[in-house]
Each structure stands twice: as structure tokens, then as C-alpha cells.
């Protein structure tokens, strides 16, 4: 599921269906968000392995996080 129109980004990936039924209650910024049922699997689909550990802007080559910020 993703839009037709995005592109080029290694996120915008199709994904499947079953990340989103059920969504499941989250805590996230201090309020509850619904988020994907595995989110874990579902970020690290999108973005890679290890990125819940190793957060990183999506084209670092333009812009690094700066790691002392977390």
C-alpha cells in the first residue's frame, strides 16, 4: 500500500495489508497513537534492520542525524 506518485525513496515501498488490520494503541509524544499491529517489523520493512536503534534521517548522504541529539 503506498501511493502511486512516490517515489525514489527507499520507504516508499509497498507493504502488506496485515501491518494495518488491526491497529493497535501506541504510546508515542505523550499521547496514544494507533500504529501499525507490528511496528517494529513494519519500520524495519520500510527503513531496514535496526533502524528503532539507529534512527537516521531517509537520505543521509543530504542530511545526517546528529547522534548526540538522542
Do not use: C, S
Request: aromatic share 12%.
Amino acid at each position: 500500500m503506498t501511493k502511486d506518485t512516490w517515489m525514489d525513496h527507499r520507504q516508499d515501498v509497498e507493504f502488506p495489508e496485515h501491518f494495518l488490520k488491526p491497529l493497535v494503541p501506541l504510546p508515542f509524544a505523550g499521547f496514544t497513537a494507533m500504529a501499525p499491529n507490528n511496528h517494529r517489523g513494519f519500520l524495519e520493512l520500510k527503513f531496514g534492520a535496526g533502524v528503532i536503534e539507529n534512527p537516521e534521517y531517509p537520505n543521509p548522504a543530504r542530511k545526517r542525524l546528529d547522534k548526540g541529539a538522542l
